[in-house]
């Protein structure tokens, strides 16, 4: 059975900072591709940010510079630490993995987070 966990959303005022995390099991996490997506209301799901299997990351422009995305492959864990939060970025935000060589994909049940001051 295949579970993608995230943890550490919250309510957090402007400018202040988060973590989450995303803990996976059931899959073969080396060979996904990790992201983290984020759907705000009356919006649709968009991605945030991505990590291949080899550590590379890309970013949306609106978050670059702020966000950083990281994996631990022994851990089978993928974190997103999001600093200088705006009110804007208030959404569920959601884990996904992608299967590199194949077309499977999974998605956590999302985690929210509330920037207000």
């Known amino acids: 059975q295949v579970q993608l966990v995230e943890s550490g959303g919250g309510l957090v005022q402007p400018g202040g900072s988060l973590r989450l995390s995303c803990a996976a099991s059931?899959?073969?996490?080396?060979?996904?591709?990790m992201g983290w997506y984020r759907q705000a209301p009356g919006k649709p799901r968009e991605l945030v940010a991505r990590?291949?299997?080899?550590?590379?990351?890309n970013y949306v422009d609106p978050v670059k510079g702020r966000f950083t995305i990281s994996r631990d492959n022994a851990k089978n864990t993928v974190d997103l630490q999001m600093n200088s939060l705006k009110l804007e970025d208030t959404a569920v935000y959601y884990c996904?993995?992608?299967?590199?060589?194949?077309?499977?994909?999974?998605w956590g049940q999302g985690t929210q987070v509330t920037v207000s001051s």
């Open positions: 990590i291949t299997i080899g550590g590379r990351t």
């Open positions: 996904n993995a992608g299967q590199v060589l194949g077309t499977k994909e999974y």
């Open positions: 059931g899959i073969n996490f080396s060979a996904y591709a």
